[in-house]
């Protein structure tokens, strides 16, 4: 079945770095819309960015200028690229995506922890 595996969270002081990944795999015919979501404890689940297959994107106002996504269809891979990151950034973020096998189904990845603070 399919699966959305992200890595590349960690812990990282104000100011610094860090890019994220998310793999899709099994049996995967095309992957349409890629998104990137956070959610901080007691808050809602909210999208950050989201790229189409042809790679056009959009992002939450609160991180434009910062975070850049981006993807490689070839390896069904979406990428979060997050610069000056701020403590109010730490969250769980999720991958999510839409992936055709025989029908379009929405699937969510575990989620990796971002802590940003010194």
């Known amino acids: 079945q399919v699966q959305l595996v992200e890595s590349g969270g960690g812990l990282v002081q104000p100011g610094g770095s860090l890019r994220l990944s998310c793999a899709a795999s099994?049996?995967?015919?095309?992957?349409?819309?890629m998104r990137w979501y956070r959610q901080s404890p007691g808050w809602q689940r909210d999208l950050v960015a989201a790229i189409t297959h042809d790679g056009s994107t959009n992002y939450a106002d609160s991180v434009k200028g910062r975070f850049t996504i981006s993807r490689d269809n070839a390896k069904n891979t979406v990428y979060l690229d997050m610069n000056s990151l701020k403590p109010e950034d730490t969250a769980v973020y999720y991958c999510?995506?839409?992936?055709?096998?025989?029908?379009?189904?929405?699937?969510w990845g575990q989620g990796t922890q971002v802590t940003v603070s010194s």
């Open positions: 999510n995506a839409d992936v055709r096998i025989a029908t379009l189904i929405n699937y």
């Open positions: 099994g049996g995967i015919f095309d992957i349409g819309i």
